[in-house]
């Protein structure tokens, strides 16, 4: 979700989890209409360098490709348009306007991953937990020397890489400025 030039949102905090489930399941998790996302949030302070603030909203939901594989262009195109208005709907209980704040939404399916990334069954990669503290103690032990790329903070893949990177990029940028900060 693309939050409108000029708008703002409040802090709610960098990732929010949400579900409807009772009790946790993992099989409601990866449901094809499962009530579970986690929201990614990101603030103006994310990107200091930029003269214009901007927000942003990534809603992560865990999917199956055989639940996406073989919709027919409508139902998929009605899936799609499902999973944003859901998105909008939980995100409304942390952010009730947040309708009026967005000029774009958008949603990527696991057939998206395929056709873009090629990966089979719009598969996703990384390491998720078992490399995050290896990766987040190397600044300990090299100062100034970060690592980004497949470690997912909240799920693997390019979602867990993205945030990740966002968050390491950061890290870097301050070290940079102030090399006894970091």
């Given amino acids: 979700m693309g939050i409108r030039e000029g708008e703002t949102i409040p802090t709610i905090g960098d990732l929010v989890f949400t579900s409807e489930a009772k009790p946790f399941s993992s099989t409601e ?13 990101y603030y103006p302070d994310t990107r200091p360098q930029t003269k214009v603030p901007h927000y942003a909203v990534v809603t992560s939901i865990n999917q199956l490709w055989d639940s996406w594989a073989n919709l027919n262009e409508a139902d998929y195109a009605h899936h799609k348009a499902r999973i944003i208005e859901e998105s909008f709907v939980g995100l409304e209980k942390f952010i009730p306007d947040i309708r009026s704040k967005v000029d774009w939404a958008e949603a990527a399916t696991p057939r998206t991953v395929n056709r873009y990334v090629r990966h089979t069954g719009g598969t996703s990669f990384g390491t998720k937990f078992e490399g995050l503290k290896i990766s987040m103690d190397l600044p300990a032990h090299v100062g100034g020397l970060y690592h980004a790329g497949s470690v997912g903070i909240i799920m693997s893949g390019w979602l867990g890489t993205i945030n990740y ?10 070290y940079l400025r102030d090399p006894q900060a970091g």
Avoid: C, H, P, Q
């Avoid at 998790?29 to 949030?41: A, E, G, I, K, Q």
């Avoid at 990177?165 to 301050?174: E, F, L, Q, Y």
């Fill in 165 to 174: 990177g966002v968050i390491v990029s950061a890290k870097a940028d301050t």
């Fill in 29 to 41: 998790l990866t449901d094809f209409n499962t009530s579970s996302r986690t929201y990614s949030v």
